[in-house]
């Protein structure tokens, strides 16, 4: 009958709009608008202490673009991100797949294997790798166990080590991405490109792929974002030897007390992730322009 | 190589269950023996015990909080054309997206210049802000596929508006409110970043706890503990697929 | 009745488009209904009245403003402006719960959550009857439709036809003054369609209820309904009965919307209706006419004997075998031309076949060419 929302045309809706809408808005305006804005300015401050702090000065991004470690720290922020966008892209696009193509009642548990971790506090999650890789852990047992090393190994406080944990953390936001999208695949289009004489390799290629975009880019942008936001993962798992922006952060803020610069850092992070995510939303919206795909996964 | 996704997921949580059934000194996998010695550890240590209370009260609160505010947001975003629409929306939705730690800088920046840093207050302000995105997803989910004639017909057969609200539009939205609900309480309950910046000495929560204690050493105790939250979270899930089925959450 | 649609031109317009009740009181009174959504003129100063008792239909293509109409009646809608009254009452302004209708919509908009008992006492618990007439009521409802052994299963656990009984019991329960129908039969499959078809006209008659219906379907227009209201662009485009719609088009989109038609150009003089290829059709009209237009049904196109008068040649471009009747697209000196007629067997025309036809003056129709 009518349409699902309405303009609001009398007085009467209006108030009910505003009466819906202002407590929420008044409450993201004090605790998220207001916060990031003097996170901003703060960014700004010269100096090293932000209490009764004046001036304007780039400064803070002077020294930390400016500065051959920060840069890498970044960069290798950046890598991670890319490296657990992509990893987990490859263990997760079959799994997601399948978990599209199963019946519902063949569905369920698996779905909950997936969804736990998302839901699980990370620190758990890490602990558990800690258990899992430290010199005691399962991975040494079974390795001294089998004879391949004399002595438990290192695995932890290395690069790998943070980055098959992120994977582990972020992999169900791509699983459940690309079953979003698998299922709105029809999967009679698979038949008919069998029917077309297309082996499963390219009907992957030109059937499923294509159409499966929205969902991987979906998929790989949220997972680069979170991994590259990481902070408890490379404290952990990492210890000094892997440093990540957002551990650096932590370290300004809490240890170093230096407002300021760390600022301005989570400045660079933010703007890291918003780029990544207008540049992976007008990609998606290309993609359904000229693809004709009528639902955002 | 799919099975060895499955598995590579639920591994972390396996080791920590099986591991805090240790009735050994150390942490080790495969746990020495079978013993609750850990359990009962967990359930008298002060700090863990406290921090635990403190979890559940601020999840409790923050959930009410987010329900109260989200539910109205999300009916005002659904039903309502106006300008600045998507710009409240996306709002609303970016903690998700936003780093933690950036949230945590800013927010604490922002607390402390009103003195109210280190408070429950503050830390109470932080979870909401954090689990009202759920809240609204979860529940702009269910709207979208609610079927307005409904409430059209409930109108027709002389139902005013407060009737249609409360005996036709709030119980076929229950299922998703329930969703709403276990969401926002997991992810404040197991929320560790912006808690270590927002918390207080006197009112930690468990997760940031276990993570002073992870930092330090770690002893089965946090196992125990460790094993809880995740008993807690598990059941939470089992809740929301009985009474919704975990594909419409995913 | 051909002649009097064109002397009587000036007047064409009111007399096709207003609606006076047949009977005596109206129920449902709409005057000068208008509906802008900006700039786009989705109802247009519509006029009309449905009687007491009688079923009116609301017909017309996707987007002419016949659900729009609904709406505003049922008060889901505010009109722009105009006026509506049911009942006598003044509900231009009333809310949806305070107006004496009850709708049935297009997807029936079953309470999920309630049995179908629970929605059939709805209606009656939000205006207070007691428990003991309620339960009374919601068994008699019920058994009207035949869906008493149903009372306590939920909507998802029965099939569509069933779905709409209920919608129907529920809003009948109120004895409201007019009954709205929106598309009541658009979700369920074809012979489904024609049997529910049947059983509603029963129903609605066995409980003698005036019955507003929207539809786009021509022929559960023609089979159900007293009068229809022929829509186009927010317009009215004609009123009146059945036989009056299909037999006497007012219009040329009445015409084509209704039934299948063939349309010839040409003048008319001296009671004779000649097209330029040579095709007459002799007319009862007053005056001649530079340019008609001819309505022709294609019942009214006939196969002729080697000499009938007005006999002329035709060539056969397809033909579809419907069993009871052919019906035959014939290609006359250019003029395209339908044709529908009962052939046994062998007489079947087939494509490039000759024939010779000749068109039936009974019955048809000359319209103003626009």
Redo the contacts between chains.
């Keep these: 009958m009518a349409a699902h929302a309405s303009q609001v045309e009398t007085a009467g809706a209006r108030t009910r709009l505003l009466l819906l809408l202002s407590p929420l808005a008044a409450f993201l305006f004090a605790f998220l608008v207001l916060p990031m804005l003097g996170l901003l300015r703060t960014s700004f401050l010269p100096g090293e202490r932000s209490f009764g702090a004046t001036g304007f000065s780039f400064e803070q991004y002077v020294k930390f673009l400016g500065d051959g470690y920060y840069l890498g720290v970044l960069a290798e922020t950046i890598g991670f991100g890319v490296a657990a966008a992509f990893v987990s892209l490859v263990l997760g696009f079959p799994v997601g797949y399948s978990l599209a193509r199963l019946p519902p009642s063949k569905r369920r548990w698996r779905l909950i294997i997936v969804i736990l971790p998302l839901t699980l506090s990370l620190v758990v999650v890490v602990f558990g790798w800690l258990v899992l890789l430290g010199r005691n852990g399962l991975v040494n047992s079974v390795l001294v166990g089998l004879g391949v090393f004399e002595t438990p190994q290192r695995l932890l406080f290395n690069r790998v080590a943070v980055l098959v944990v992120l994977v582990q953390q972020f992999l169900p936001f791509m699983i459940l991405s690309v079953m979003s999208v698998v299922t709105q695949i029809s999967p009679a289009l698979e038949q008919a490109a069998a029917n077309l004489h297309a082996n499963r390799f390219t009907t992957f290629r030109r059937v499923i792929l294509p159409l499966a975009m929205p969902g991987i880019l979906s998929g790989m942008t949220l997972v680069f974002i979170l991994s590259a936001s990481a902070f408890i993962t490379p404290r952990l798992i990492g210890g000094s030897k892997v440093q990540m922006v957002g551990s650096l952060v932590f370290e300004q803020v809490t240890a170093i007390l230096n407002w300021p610069f760390g600022s301005a850092m989570a400045f660079v992070l933010l703007v890291l992730t918003l780029v990544v995510t207008i540049g992976a939303n007008a990609a998606l919206a290309r993609l359904f322009i000229s693809r004709g795909i009528s639902r955002a996964p | 190589m799919r099975p060895i996704v499955y598995v590579g997921l639920c591994i972390p949580a396996v080791i920590i269950v099986a591991a805090s059934f240790t009735a050994g000194e150390a942490l080790r996998f495969p746990p020495e023996g079978f013993s609750l010695r850990w359990y009962r550890a967990a359930l008298s240590s002060a700090p863990f015990m406290g921090s635990l209370w403190t979890s559940v009260r601020l999840a409790c609160l923050a959930t009410i909080g987010a329900l109260s505010l989200g539910l109205c947001a999300a009916m005002a975003l659904d039903r309502y054309r106006f300008r600045g629409r998507e710009v409240i929306r996306n709002l609303t939705l970016s903690p998700l997206v936003v780093p933690m730690v950036v949230l945590g800088i800013a927010l604490l920046q922002f607390l402390a210049s009103m003195k109210l840093n280190q408070t429950f207050v503050g830390l109470l302000a932080g979870h909401v802000l954090i689990t009202v995105p759920y809240v609204v997803r979860t529940l702009t989910a269910s709207l979208v596929l609610f079927d307005r004639s409904i409430e059209q017909a409930a109108a027709n057969l002389r139902a005013p508006p407060w009737r249609v609200l409360r005996l036709v539009t709030l119980p076929i939205l229950f299922p998703a409110i329930i969703s709403a609900t276990v969401f926002a309480f997991v992810t404040s309950f197991g929320n560790v970043t912006l808690s270590i910046f927002l918390g207080t000495s006197q009112a930690t929560t468990l997760p940031v706890q276990i993570f002073t204690y992870v930092e330090q050493n770690y002893d089965p105790v946090l196992a125990a503990v460790s094993a809880v939250v995740i008993m807690v979270t598990l059941a939470m899930i089992l809740v929301i697929e009985k009474v919704v089925g975990v594909e419409k959450v995913a | 009745m051909n002649a009097r649609a064109l002397t009587e031109s000036s007047n064409v317009v009111s007399e096709v488009t207003k609606g006076p009740a047949p009977q005596g009181q109206a129920v449902v009174t709409v005057q000068q209904l208008t509906k802008m959504y900006d700039t786009f003129t989705a109802v247009d100063s519509l006029s009309l009245e449905v009687g007491q008792g009688e079923l009116l239909c609301l017909l017309g293509p996707s987007g002419c403003g016949k659900?729009t109409t609904l709406?505003m009646i049922?008060?889901?809608?505010?009109p722009t402006r105009g006026a509506i009254h049911i009942a006598g009452a003044d509900v231009t302004r009333l809310?949806?719960?305070?107006?004496d209708?009850?709708?049935v919509?297009?997807?029936y908009?079953?309470?999920?959550?309630m049995t179908v008992a629970a929605n059939v006492a709805?209606?009656l618990e939000?205006?207070g009857v007691a428990k003991v007439q309620r339960k009374r009521r919601v068994g008699e409802m019920l058994d009207l439709v035949e869906l008493g052994h149903l009372a306590n299963r939920f909507p998802r656990e029965l099939s569509g036809g069933q779905q709409q009984r209920v919608a129907l019991a529920?809003?009948l329960a109120?004895r409201p003054a007019v009954l709205l129908l929106?598309e009541p039969f658009s979700n369920l499959d074809a012979q489904l369609r024609v049997r529910l078809r049947e059983e509603m006209r029963r129903l609605i008659d066995a409980v003698d209820i005036t019955t507003l219906f929207v539809t786009h379907d021509q022929d559960e227009a023609l089979v159900l309904s007293d009068r229809i209201v022929v829509m186009n662009k927010g317009r009215i485009e004609q009123i009146g009965t059945p036989q009056e719609i299909y037999e006497e088009p007012a219009s040329r989109f009445v015409a084509e919307f209704i039934g299948s038609c063939s349309l010839l150009e040409g003048t008319v003089r001296d009671g004779e209706f000649r097209t330029q290829r040579g095709i007459s059709v002799p007319v009862a009209a007053a005056a001649n006419i530079e340019r008609a237009l001819l309505v022709l049904r294609p019942e009214q196109v006939r196969l002729s004997g080697p000499t009938g008068a007005r006999a002329f040649d035709a060539r056969v471009e397809n033909s579809s075998y419907y069993g009871g009747m052919t019906r035959v697209r014939l290609n006359a000196g250019g003029e395209s031309l339908l044709m529908e007629a009962h052939f046994a067997g062998a007489d079947v025309p087939k494509p490039g076949d000759d024939i010779r036809v000749q068109i039936s003056p009974v019955g048809v129709r000359l319209i103003p060419a626009p």
Excluded: C
């Design positions: 659900t709406s049922a008060g889901f809608v505010q809310p949806p719960y305070k107006r209708t009850g709708m919509f297009q997807s908009a079953l309470f999920p959550h709805f209606g939000n205006v529920r809003a109120l929106d």
